[in-house]
Antibody
Framework: EVQLLESGGDLVQRGGAVRLSCVAS????????MSWLRQAPGKGLEWVSA????????FYADSVKGRFTISRDNSKNTVYLHMNSLRVDDTAIYFC?????????WGQGTLVTVSS | QSVLTQPPSASGTPGQRVTITCSGS????????VNWYQQLPGTAPKLLID???QRPSGVPDRFSSSKSGTSASLTISGLQSEDEGDYYC???????????FGGGTKLSAL
């Protein structure tokens, strides 16, 4: 059974930084692209970033390009999201998910709150 | 932020057939498969319909989807109370080079 467990969510000030982690189990981690998506309070889903299985290629939504960095450590079955220059509108639950385009497995999410 | 267009709400009585629509463009639904996700209250989204228009294992067969041109729809045949939640369509967008989601439809079983 595929399981994804996010951590690292926090309350941070505008302009601050936070690093999210997502540990995966139940799959050959390096075989699959991984993504981060987010959901602002009471709002819909937004894809944020993705990384290929090897980690060699990364992709970003325009809303976070230049501020967020996705990375992975296949030896630890972990994908990260480094978030810098945080804005109030980055406040959201951040989910990691298997895949890029179609997301058959999701973690339970971790909350990032950016205060002004 | 560009999104696929869904009605904000839908409802039906238990046992009723309910359809949720999703409108896009030639850069997304018009060219690419559509996924549907179900998000029950307080939980993470769950893939309901995959890119082959199939239901993943465990998804009841009362859920089905269709696509025509730049629009797609999710149909629930025989609404049940446990189906209450939010439903999102999604499709790859060639212009954005990434997946695009609808704004979500809140489904209520009256």
């Amino acid at each position: 059974e595929v399981q994804l467990l996010e951590s690292g969510g926090d309350l941070v000030q505008r302009g601050g930084a936070v690093r999210l982690s997502c540990v995966a189990s139940g799959l050959t981690f390096s075989d699959f692209a991984m993504s981060w998506l987010r959901q602002a309070p009471g709002k819909g889903l937004e894809w944020v970033s993705a990384i290929t299985g090897s980690g060699g290629t990364t992709f970003y939504a325009d809303s976070v390009k230049g501020r967020f960095t996705i990375s992975r450590d296949n030896s630890k079955n972990t994908v990260y999201l480094h978030m810098n220059s945080l804005r109030v509108d980055d406040t959201a639950i951040y989910f990691c998910a298997k895949g890029f385009g179609e997301f058959p497995y999701w973690g339970q999410g971790t909350l990032v709150t950016v205060s002004s | 932020q560009s999104v696929l267009t869904q009605p904000p709400s839908a409802s039906g009585t238990p046992g009723q057939r309910v359809t949720i629509t999703c409108s896009g463009s030639t850069s997304n639904i018009g060219r690419n498969p559509v996924n549907w996700y179900q998000q029950l209250p307080g939980t993470a989204p769950k893939l309901l319909i995959d890119s082959s228009n199939q239901r993943p294992s465990g998804v009841p067969d009362r859920f089905s989807s269709s696509k025509s041109g730049t629009s797609a729809s999710l149909t629930i045949s025989g609404l049940q109370s446990e189906d209450e939640g939010d439903y999102y369509c999604a499709a790859w967008d060639d212009s954005l080079s990434g997946p695009l989601f609808g704004g979500g439809t809140k489904l209520s079983a009256l």
